[in-house]
């Protein structure tokens, strides 16, 4: 069963959603609906999750921290 959801948005917003809905070649609230499972499906965006996706170097914490005061000497 389908349930409407209706929501305001700015004209500007409806004009980028109307092109990117065009250049799928679907109809805006399929658009809509992509977007949403989309969102829904990503992992919640904790910081800690935030900083693994970044793929910086890490370690032991005394090691970091002494080459962190090492660099600064």
Request: aromatic fraction near 2%.
């Amino acid at each position: 069963m389908s349930h409407r959801l209706q929501v305001l948005i700015p004209k500007e917003l409806e004009e980028r959603l109307s092109k990117a809905a065009q250049r799928r070649r679907v109809s805006k609230g399929e658009w809509v609906r992509q977007a949403i499972e989309k969102a829904l499906d990503r992992p919640a965006d904790d910081p800690l999750q935030q900083l693994a996706r970044l793929g910086a170097p890490t370690g032991d914490i005394d090691q970091v921290l002494a080459e962190i005061e090492a660099g600064r000497g």
